[in-house]
Nanobody
Framework: QVQLVESGGGLVQAGGSLRLSCAASGRTFSSYAMGWFHQAPGKEREFVAA????????YYANSVKGRFTISRDNAKNTVYLQMNSLKPEDTAVYYC?????????????????WGQGTQVTVSS
């Protein structure tokens, strides 16, 4: 069993930055790839970014490339999402999740153990 707790969301103006954190407890965190997804009202939960267990490979949705950076600190059992140049369309609840499947990093069904989410609101 894994417990995930996201934090760092909030209200920010367009062009601003936020850093999300996801603290994990339970199973061996460092053995798993991790991902961030977001879900806007009335929309499907969508892939944002993922990072392999070692941090050696990172994957991003086209919409956030060049603006967001995913990282992890296995000693602290924490994964981060640095979000820069935020846009109103980034407004959503952001979730972290553990990737237990062996398929694509951007496929939601490859992930288990979701956190409760943290709200990010970007005003124009």
């Amino acid at each position: 069993q894994v417990q995930l707790v996201e934090s760092g969301g909030g209200l920010v103006q367009a062009g601003g930055s936020l850093r999300l954190s996801c603290a994990a407890s339970g199973r061996t965190f460092s053995s798993y790839a991790m991902g961030w997804f977001h879900q806007a009202p009335g929309k499907e939960r969508e892939f944002v970014a993922a990072i392999t267990w070692s941090g050696g490979n990172r994957y991003y949705a086209n919409s956030v490339k060049g603006r967001f950076t995913i990282s992890r600190d296995n000693a602290k059992n924490t994964v981060y999402l640095q979000m820069n140049s935020l846009k109103p369309e980034d407004t959503a609840v952001y979730y972290c999740a553990v990737k237990t499947g062996r398929g694509s990093y951007d496929y939601r069904n490859e992930y288990d153990y979701w956190g409760q989410g943290t709200q990010v609101t970007v005003s124009s």
